[in-house]
């Protein structure tokens, strides 16, 4: 079993920076792929980015891409997402994710283990 906790999450003004993190126990995240999703007020679940066990494959969403940044330190057993340029449409809960494949996943059933999700707030 993967434990995950996120941390990192606040308030902040529109254009500006937050960095979140996802630190595992349980298991090394070593074979892990780990992603991060949210799910804005009122609305469903949706992919953000994710990383491949080894770091060396990433993809975003269209609407992050540019301005988020996902890594990992499989040493620490962490993941991060440093969020730039914030806009008021990133507010919503965000999640972290891990499951045992080698590849990119973007789909929210494609994850066996998650975080219990942290607050992000951007005001205008």
């Known amino acids: 079993q993967v434990q995950l906790v996120e941390s990192g999450g606040g308030t902040v003004q529109a254009g500006g920076s937050l960095r979140l993190s996802c630190a595992a126990s349980?298991?090394?995240?070593?074979?892990?792929?780990m992603a991060w999703f949210r799910q804005p007020p009122g609305k469903e679940r949706e992919f953000v980015a994710t990383?491949?066990?080894?770091?060396?494959?990433?993809k975003y969403s269209d609407s992050v891409k540019g301005r988020f940044t996902i890594s990992r330190d499989n040493a620490k057993n962490m993941a991060s997402l440093q969020m730039s340029n914030l806009k008021p449409e990133d507010t919503a809960v965000y999640y972290c994710?891990?499951?045992?494949?080698?590849?990119?996943?973007?789909?929210?059933?494609?994850?066996?283990?998650w975080g219990q999700g942290t607050q992000v707030t951007v005001s205008s």
């Open positions: 994710a891990a499951d045992r494949v080698s590849y990119v996943r973007v789909g929210v059933n494609d994850y066996d283990y």
């Open positions: 349980g298991r090394t995240l070593y074979y892990y792929t």
């Open positions: 990383i491949s066990y080894s770091g060396d494959s990433t």
